[in-house]
C-alpha cells in the first residue's frame, strides 16, 4: 500500500528534509478524519449506562411535557375567566396535591393547589399563595388575577411528535434527563469504539522492571490507555514493542482486524529510527505524515489498514497528549458520527511571561490562579518541554498560544483548556 506527506515540496519519508509548509490543526483534522470509517455496529443501551454513549438514531418526542395543564405556583386554583378583581372572595373546596386528579371548579370556588399539580377542569388560572389572605375555608385575592396566570399548559416545554435529539448526539446528564422524562428505558447507540494503544521504542521499560543507564519507563501507553478509558470507549492494551519496523507491522495487522483505531506513542517522526508510517505499509495499509503548525507534536502519522483507523502519535508525553486531544478525539467523533467541536478555551489573562515564536500554535502546561474579586489568572509553569511529565501533572489545564501571537506579556489574553472538558 502507500505512505505519502501530504504536503506540497514536502519531504520524501525516510530523509531528513523538512516540509515546506505546515499544515493547520483544521487542515490535520481534516486528513485525519478522512481516513476513519464510520461504525455501523449499534447496541441498545439501557438509560441508566447512557452518559458517554452516542446516538445511532434520532429520538423523537412521545410525551407532552408536561403532559397535562398544570399549576407552576403553590397557590389557588381558580376561573380567571376576563378576570378577578382585587379584594374577590372565593369559598376553597378542596386540597389539590401534584399526582391527585381534583373535581371541577365551579364559579365563585377556589381549590387549594400546588405545584406540578393537574388543573382541574373550569380552572384556568392560579392565584400565588403569596397574593391571597386567607380565613378558614375562605380566600380574598389580595391582587387581580386573569386567565393563564401561574398556569403550565400542556406541551409547553415538549409537544410531540418533534425531534428531541440527532443521530451522533453524545449523552450526558441532561440529556440522560431529557430521554427519562419521555419515558425511555433503553436507547439505541452506536458501538463503543474500540481502540488499541500501543508504545513503541527500545529504550523503553514497563513499571515495576528494572531500569538500565541507557532505558525510561512508559509512561505514554498507561496514560492514554487511562485516557481513553475515560472516554467511556472500548480500549485494549496492545502492548510494547521495539523498534523493529516489521514487529510493530505485525502487531498492528492483527489490532487492525480486532479495532476500529490502532494508536501508537513513539515513531511518528522523520528520523531514520521512526518507523510508524513504514510499519503501517508493511502491514498492507496506507500512511500519512502530517506535519501540524503545532508545537508540541509537530509531527504524527495518520492512516487506514484495511476499515481500521490508524493515529500515531509522538513520543514525547506532552506532545502525545496533546496530538491525541487534537487528532485522536476527532477521529473518535468520525468513528462515532459525534460532531466534529474542538475544544474551545476560556480567555484568561495570563500572569507570565512567555517567549513564542510565531508561526505555530503552542499548547503549554499552566494553572489557574486566584486573584481575588472573582478574577482568575492563568500562570504558565515554565516552558514545559514535550518530554517533561511534571508541569503536566501539576497543570489545571493547557494554555493556547496561537500561531500569530508573539510573546506573551503580563496581562495578555490567552485561551485556556481545562483538562476537566478536554481529558
Not at 343 to 349: D, E, H, K, Q, V
Amino acid at each position: 500500500m502507500t505512505r505519502q506527506q501530504v504536503l506540497p515540496d514536502s519531504r520524501v519519508a525516510g530523509s531528513d528534509a523538512q516540509p515546506s509548509r505546515l499544515l493547520s490543526i483544521e487542515e490535520a483534522c481534516a486528513r485525519a478524519t478522512s481516513l476513519t470509517k464510520p461504525i455501523t455496529r449499534t447496541e441498545s443501551v439501557p438509560l441508566a449506562a447512557g452518559v458517554g454513549r452516542v446516538l445511532a438514531e434520532p429520538l423523537e418526542a412521545r410525551v407532552a411535557i408536561p403532559p397535562f395543564t398544570q399549576s407552576a405556583m403553590d397557590g389557588y386554583a381558580l376561573a380567571g375567566g376576563d378576570g378577578l378583581a382585587a379584594g374577590t372572595e372565593l369559598a376553597v373546596t378542596e386540597r389539590l396535591p401534584a399526582g391527585r386528579r381534583g373535581r371541577a371548579l365551579r364559579e365563585g370556588a377556589a381549590a387549594r393547589i400546588f405545584t406540578g399539580a393537574l388543573l382541574p377542569d373550569g380552572a384556568d388560572a392560579v392565584a400565588m399563595q403569596e397574593h391571597v389572605a386567607r380565613a378558614g375555608d375562605k380566600i380574598v385575592l389580595a391582587r387581580a388575577v386573569r386567565a393563564g396566570d401561574n398556569v403550565r399548559p400542556r406541551g409547553e416545554d415538549i409537544d410531540p411528535p418533534e425531534r428531541l435529539l440527532d443521530r451522533g448526539e453524545r449523552l450526558d446528564a441532561r440529556h440522560i434527563g431529557l430521554i427519562a422524562g419521555q419515558g425511555y428505558g433503553h436507547v439505541t447507540a452506536v458501538a463503543r469504539p474500540r481502540i488499541a494503544v500501543v508504545s513503541t521504542g527500545s529504550e523503553l521499560r514497563q513499571p515495576g522492571q528494572p531500569l538500565d543507564a541507557a532505558t525510561i519507563y512508559d509512561s505514554n501507553r498507561a496514560m492514554l490507555l487511562a485516557l481513553i478509558s475515560a472516554g467511556g470507549l472500548d480500549v485494549r492494551d496492545g502492548g510494547w514493542i521495539a523498534d523493529d519496523a516489521d514487529a510493530i507491522a505485525a502487531r498492528l495487522r492483527e489490532l487492525a482486524g480486532e479495532c476500529d483505531l490502532v494508536v501508537t506513542s513513539g515513531g511518528a517522526s522523520v528520523g531514520g529510527e521512526d518507523h510508524a508510517a513504514a510499519a503501517v505499509e508493511r502491514a498492507g495499509g496506507h500512511a500519512e505524515t502530517l506535519a501540524m503548525a503545532v508545537k508540541p507534536g509537530k509531527f504524527t502519522v495518520v492512516g487506514r489498514i484495511a476499515a481500521c483507523a490508524y493515529l500515531g502519535l509522538p513520543g514525547n508525553p506532552v506532545a502525545s497528549l496533546v496530538s491525541w486531544l487534537l487528532l485522536g478525539q476527532a477521529m473518535v467523533c468520525a468513528l462515532t458520527g459525534a460532531p466534529q467541536r474542538r475544544p474551545a478555551g476560556y480567555p484568561l489573562s495570563s500572569l507570565s511571561r512567555f517567549q513564542h515564536r510565531t508561526g505555530r500554535t503552542e499548547f503549554v502546561p499552566a494553572r489557574l490562579i486566584e486573584q481575588g474579586y472573582g478574577r482568575i489568572g492563568i500562570e504558565i509553569l515554565g516552558r514545559g518541554g514535550s518530554a517533561r511529565l511534571r508541569p503536566l501533572a501539576l497543570a489545571d489545564g493547557l494554555a493556547e498560544i496561537a500561531a500569530e501571537r508573539a510573546d506573551i506579556e503580563p496581562g495578555d489574553q490567552m485561551l485556556f483548556h481545562p483538562f476537566r472538558t478536554i481529558i
